[in-house]
């Protein structure tokens, strides 16, 4: 194995157990740091001398990524993987220097998460027809979503263990497998011991399975199965806009803001490890607190 062979997996390991990256995150990364030695050494078998590499070497190796149409948030992540790597080697004393510690990441405008009205959310709580299994199923998870602002891979990924009735919380694996506790609101857990109690058992049939959210067959019910479901309660609800469940985690952190959360608060409640990740919502709640104002005032 050469040093880079080995290099390139001690980092990965490293954004793996240490960092706690998501697997797709690290994917990335390698991805990244691969592109980056093919462009600096190309056909190079042997080992790469990272400790030669100068910082112009990487502003053009980024700026030839720009000239050929690469997007700014690809862009960022290159360099952000860039930076991780020579992070990573300075700490492991591979190189001396660090040629990426001047680079500047460009700066990318975040388009507003879009979110659901209130009377969008009713609508669309209210499209579910609960007098069966898989409407009591549906109406659970839509009312979790919108509760406790879990994502999907969250919501279909909880167990019969996760789920604490009494106390009012969920346990949720996040990304990279972080674990958090989540409250979770009356209308929610009442829909979900409905469900548990009365769609459930009509679900699993003769099975046996240990997820909540179970599927026709009585088997884990896929995203790709919430995401139909989702579809068909959005247009039933006749909500025109075009939303995904995402949006339900959008319109939770959202419209906790508007009735005044505080924002560490709602960080901690969506499991972001940054607080500028969580930052978006207030500029979605001060477009609406505008829009508000010129539907409104008579001089707007």
Not at 131 to 159: C, F, H, K, N, W
Not at 262 to 272: K, M, T, Y
Request: net charge positive; charged share 25%; glycine share 8%.
């Amino acid at each position: 194995m050469t040093v880079m062979d080995r290099l390139t997996q001690d980092f990965l390991r490293y954004l793996k157990y240490e960092k706690g990256f998501s697997p797709n995150t690290v994917q990335a990364y390698r991805n990244d740091v691969q592109k980056l030695r093919e462009w600096l050494w190309p056909g190079l078998k042997g080992d790469a001398p990272w400790a030669e590499v100068e910082k112009n070497q990487l502003l053009q190796f980024i700026a030839e990524q720009l000239d050929a149409g690469a997007k700014q948030t690809t862009v960022a992540r290159n360099m952000s993987a860039i930076k991780s790597f020579y992070a990573f080697l300075m700490q492991e004393g591979e190189v001396v220097k660090d040629p990426s510690t001047e680079l500047e990441t460009p700066k990318i405008r975040r388009p507003l998460p879009k979110v659901l009205s209130l009377d969008e959310i009713n609508r669309l709580m209210d499209a579910v027809d609960v007098s069966t299994p898989r409407g009591m199923r549906d109406r659970a998870m839509l009312e979790i979503m919108y509760g406790s602002g879990v994502r999907v891979s969250e919501l279909l990924s909880l167990q019969m263990g996760d789920l604490q009735m009494a106390a009012g919380f969920l346990r949720c694996m996040g990304k990279g497998g972080k674990e958090r506790i989540v409250p979770v609101n009356k209308l929610a857990l009442d829909c979900t011991r409905e469900y548990l109690e009365f769609g459930r058992p009509s679900l699993l049939k003769q099975g046996n399975s240990r997820y909540i959210f179970l599927n026709a067959r009585g088997s884990q019910l896929t995203r790709q199965g919430f995401l139909g479901i989702l579809k068909q309660y959005g247009e039933k609800a006749e909500i025109e806009k075009q939303f995904s469940p995402h949006t339900l985690r959008h319109s939770f952190a959202t419209h906790l803001l508007e009735n005044g959360a505080d924002l560490r608060i709602v960080q901690e409640l969506l499991g972001h490890v940054d607080i500028s990740t969580t930052q978006i919502y207030t500029h979605v709640s001060q477009w609406r607190l505008q829009e508000v104002y010129r539907e409104s005032h008579p001089r707007a």
